[in-house]
């Protein structure tokens, strides 16, 4: 079974809609971070690699002179890096206060 060809408009729409869905995915973790001033339960290892990845990303995108994928990963890079400050911030903070 083969699809039929899309058109542009409507391939675009759906890199679009995925860009949008997997950016925004990390603002309910930031938000949540933000708020309980605690990320124990978040990987250090996992979120490093990922920005790590995001970054790679965003370089391919300016590389391939792409603005849909630079803009996407620019924006998951910052939310991800936010993520993994606070992160770091909160473990400090706990680690020379001792368990809550």
């Excluded at 930031?30 to 370089?59: C, D, H, P, Q, T």
């Excluded at 792409?66 to 939310?79: F, Y």
Aim: proline residues 5%; glycine residues 4%.
């Amino acid at each position: 079974m083969t699809l039929a060809p899309l058109p542009s408009w409507a391939i675009s729409l759906i890199g679009s809609a995925a860009a949008c869905c997997t950016t925004i995915s990390f603002l309910p973790q930031l938000i949540r971070v933000w708020k309980l001033k605690s990320a124990r339960e978040i990987s250090l290892i996992m979120f490093s690699v990922f920005s790590a990845g995001v970054f790679l990303w965003l370089l391919y995108g300016i590389l391939i002179h792409s603005a849909p994928v630079m803009l996407a990963n620019a924006v998951t890079l910052a939310l991800s890096l936010a993520i993994l400050v606070l992160k770091l911030r909160y473990d400090h903070r706990q680690r020379y206060r001792g368990p809550s």
